[in-house]
């Protein structure tokens, strides 16, 4: 099965000392096939710890290369613009909820609040 990985949940990993207990371990031994924006890739890398390299930054490389990641069409990008304005979600966020719906996916992230009143959306765990 496949699950839409939202940015907080690959920051989590990256960050985490105890990364087994990390909701992305959960999922990857969850048996789980990832699936991720191209803006959601963007704002992962945005982040400070990927600009300096390291060990971080390697995880993350690794990461990414067993995801598959989604571009944008014209039809999308108005989706996630109609889901932008009627529930006042961030550029990033509107675009992971746009991908979870095209796709009837659920949504694995860590910042469940605003993703929680999105009618059909489905959250993981």
């Known amino acids: 099965m496949k699950l839409v990985l939202d940015a907080s949940v690959v920051i989590d990993f990256l960050r985490r000392k105890d990364k087994f207990n990390s909701l992305y371990m959960q999922a990857l031994y969850g048996e789980f096939e990832f699936v991720m924006s191209g ?22 490389e690794t990461i990414l290369s067993g995801i598959e990641v989604r571009g944008v069409d014209i039809e999308t990008a108005r989706f996630v613009g109609k889901i932008k304005n009627a529930y006042r979600l961030s550029l ?3 675009f992971v909820a746009a991908l ?16 929680r009143k999105i009618k059909g959306l489905k959250l993981y765990k």
């Open 39 to 60: 803006i959601t890739v963007a704002e992962v890398f945005s982040g400070d710890s990927a600009q300096k390299g390291g060990k971080q930054n390697q995880e993350w």
């Open 92 to 94: 990033g966020d509107a």
């Open 100 to 115: 979870a719906l095209e796709e009837n996916l659920p949504l694995a992230t860590l910042d469940s609040g605003d993703f």
